[in-house]
């Protein structure tokens, strides 16, 4: 058993998605929103990506969602599922995702997620379609040697999304393709930073054996 109650060798994986789906606000068909200004109504989550936020709730407490200082309130906390926060506007900005979990000696979990609202590219729009931006990621939450108090909520959870087979309505297959490749291109460029380092620490130890060898004969020069 390890220290402080927390048991050895013990490790969960609880996966999620987090991110934000946008539309644009259809006078025609939607209520007005509060400030004639905004475009869009938005709505910024966290959900399991096995598609069970009731199961979710077990190891989930509380999300605490940080919008930009427009909104009042400027922090949004969410204490059950679903864990999402709706409002309407106009701009993008960056929230911040705190995850607080059931057993309070976890550390929570901060997340940043930058809102969308329009298309990356501007590919045109000749049918005047109004468009839903999706822009979500796949994580999954790693407790490592877990609390003794925490133990029962882990393992039922773990019970519970096992026999799940579909993820998130929303989380596409080209999405799932497009956050593994951000994983390879992130992977690359540690491994590029990696070999520069190697390549520093090889010139580095070059320099700090030719240093020894001139104050070796500096010393030796001395003696004689």
């Known amino acids: 058993m390890g220290p402080a109650g927390r048991l050895k060798n013990e490790q969960f994986a609880c996966p999620i998605i987090y991110g934000s789906i946008a539309v644009p606000i259809n006078p025609a ?30 190891v989930v407490k509380r999300v605490a969602f940080k919008l930009h200082e427009s909104f009042v309130p400027q922090q949004r906390v969410i204490e059950a599922p679903p864990f999402e926060v709706t409002e309407t506007g106009w701009g993008e900005f960056e929230i911040a995702i705190r995850i607080s979990f059931v057993d309070s000696q ?5 997340l940043f997620h930058q809102l969308q609202l329009y298309p990356k590219e501007d590919v045109g729009n000749p049918d005047g379609e109004l468009k839903t931006i999706v822009s979500e990621h796949y ?17 039922t959870f773990k019970a519970n999304a096992t026999s799940k087979k579909s993820i998130s309505a929303t989380f596409t297959p ?9 994983l390879y291109d992130t992977n ?3 491994m590029l930073d990696l070999e520069k380092w190697k390549l520093k620490l090889a010139r580095v130890e ?19």
Do not use: M, Y
Request: hydrophobic letters at 35%; a negative charge.
């Open 188 to 190: 690359e460029r540690v």
């Open 206 to 224: 070059t320099e700090k054996r030719k240093l020894e060898a001139e104050v070796r004969a500096l010393e030796n020069d001395g003696v004689s």
């Open 106 to 110: 976890e550390k929570p979990l901060q």
């Open 29 to 58: 068909r939607d209520p007005p929103a509060a400030d004639p200004s905004h475009t869009h109504r938005w709505t910024v989550f966290v959900r399991s990506a096995t598609g069970d936020d009731a199961n979710l709730a077990r």
């Open 139 to 155: 994580d999954e939450i790693i407790i490592n040697e877990p609390f003794e108090e925490f133990i029962d909520h882990l393992r």
């Open 174 to 182: 080209q999405l799932e393709a497009e956050e593994i490749k951000k």
